[in-house]
């Protein structure tokens, strides 16, 4: 564990990079949207309007992260459930994903508690309540349902596209547009989690726990079913990247890798340089 922390500290903490962007950015969105007093909400007057600007931002925001220097060196994976569905499948090493786990959930913790900071009591109001996950309109059945679905949805559009090698750059694109879409329709029944890391970043500095076992279980299995699908049907996973660049160190069992290659050419050039100056 330790010689894996001192290799890839540089990737796993591009990890709680990437979260902690992502959950300042639904703080801040949420909050100018969503707090009674903002300007923003009392010119938008339709809930459902500020729904889908909620979706756009989020859904901009995660690919924004999926293309930027941090999510291409991660793989910009955010998701604890993401994450172990590839240990599962072989495309991670377990002391990578148990670190990728911990940084994830430290990322977005510390993201939510500096906002809590930084907006007060915006942030702190009902109508905002630390962007925490809680179920909606149809309980606590409805979300879980939901929940299952969409991870379902999201990683099997992952495992299809990232594993083609003429769709795999528009992975994180499409992903992005994943996230808006279930930020708008789902967010009202399930508060849009698919991420047992995004719920604790707002559990912890507000205290509230309210349905947990909902965002703890249900990304998982979703995650997990479509993996077990895409397995069965395709047979290998070639990558566990949103976006693989060869300009990146990849820590993955990747397919696409290049890096090993890439060293062995060289290697080769020096030795026939080598026999030719004899």
Not at 30 to 36: D, G, K, M, Q
Not at 108 to 137: C, E, Q, R, W
Not at 228 to 235: A, D, E, R, V
């Amino acid at each position: 564990m330790v010689e894996s922390l001192k290799k890839n500290w540089k990737v796993y903490s591009m990890e709680a990079v990437c979260l902690g962007i992502f959950m300042i950015s639904a703080s801040f969105f949420a909050t100018i949207l969503e707090y009674p007093n903002s300007i923003v909400h009392q010119a938008l007057p339709s809930g459902f309007v500020r729904l889908c600007l909620m979706g756009l931002a989020m859904g901009v925001t995660a690919l924004c992260i999926n293309y930027s220097p941090m999510g291409k060196l991660s793989g910009a994976h955010m998701n604890p459930a993401l994450t172990l569905t590839f240990l599962t499948l072989g495309k991670i090493k377990r002391n990578d994903a148990i670190y990728y786990s911990i940084f994830q959930c430290i990322g977005g913790v510390t993201a939510v508690a500096l906002m809590t900071l930084v907006i007060g009591n915006p942030f702190h109001d009902s109508h905002v309540n630390y962007v925490t996950t809680v179920p909606g309109k149809f309980g606590e059945a409805g979300a879980f349902v939901v929940e299952v679905i969409i991870a379902f949805v999201m990683l099997t559009m992952v495992l299809t596209t990232s594993n083609n090698p003429k769709l795999r750059n528009y992975t994180g694109a499409i992903a992005g547009l994943f996230v808006m879409c279930f930020v708008i329709f789902s967010g009202p029944i399930s508060g849009f989690s698919m991420n047992p890391a995004r719920t604790i970043a707002s559990a912890v500095p507000s205290g509230m726990y309210s349905s947990f076992w909902i965002y703890m279980t249900a990304p998982f299995i979703g995650f997990g079913l479509a993996a077990f699908i895409y397995k069965s049907l395709h047979g290998k996973v070639i990558c566990a990247k949103m976006h693989h660049s060869d300009h990146y160190l990849c820590i993955f069992n990747c397919g696409y890798c290049q890096h090993e290659s890439i060293v062995v050419s060289k290697e080769s050039i020096v030795n026939t340089k080598s026999a030719l100056n004899e």
